[in-house]
T-cell receptor
């Protein structure tokens, strides 16, 4: 199956700062790259995704960038707010949808 | 659409007992998955299925079995429960125009 590495494992920022989480993958055939947010005690929810035919996608304060040559993609959150505090997971799915290990983001007010 | 539903929400098992975690989706998705998530940890893929009658092992299949007799249902079976299987179990399905993955609400299992 696909190997997905995610960094950092924990990230603490001040409210209003930006946060960046990076994932690398191994299978060059991967063409779909989602990001999920999981709040405490809840199920993971898709927040943004990108396909291999574009290099960047934005949705309000969140964006995802993709570098297919280097096989990495990143989640960018700008103007962070306390409600952004959660665990974030990336995936580079093939048939078996495997996730990165997760990043615990804490936004301090 | 109800999406992905799981039962039960909570369960306590004794060591050696067996149980089946139920998962149903009403979105006509071909792909379905079972994950476990230990406290403070990530999602580990147990088994997945690309369609009715087809199942495959994920990262951590030992101690579990699955079946996929219909598109809608993907039950997960624990035959001899062990404390190491204490976890939250999520079922998910993938499909639709953009191949988005949808998760069920999870089953919190404790083995004592």
């Amino acid at each position: 199956g696909e190997n997905v590495e995610q960094h950092p494992s924990t990230l603490s920022v001040q409210e209003g700062d930006s946060a960046v989480i990076k994932c690398t993958y191994s299978d060059s055939a991967s063409n779909y790259f989602p990001w999920y947010k999981q709040e405490l005690g809840k199920r993971p929810q898709l927040i943004i995704d990108i396909r291999s035919n574009v290099g960047e996608k934005k949705d309000q304060r969140i964006a995802v960038t993709l570098n297919k040559t280097a096989k990495h993609f990143s989640l960018h959150i700008t103007e962070t707010q306390p409600e952004d505090s959660a665990v974030y997971f990336c995936a580079a799915p093939n048939n078996d949808m495997r996730f990165g290990a997760g990043t615990r983001l804490t936004v301090k007010p | 659409n109800a999406g992905v539903t799981q039962t039960p929400k909570f369960r306590i098992l004794k060591i050696g007992q067996s149980m089946t975690l139920q998962c149903t989706q009403d979105m006509n998705h071909n792909y379905m998955y079972w994950y476990r998530q230990d406290p403070g940890m990530g999602l580990k893929l147990i088994y997945y299925s690309v369609g009715a009658g087809i199942t495959d092992k994920g990262e951590v299949p030992n101690g579990y079995n699955v079946s996929r007799s219909t598109t809608e249902d993907f039950p997960l079976r624990l035959e001899l429960a062990a404390p190491s299987q204490t976890s939250v179990y999520f079922c998910a399905s993938t499909g639709g125009t953009y191949n988005e993955q949808f998760f069920g609400p999870g089953t919190r299992l404790t083995v004592l």
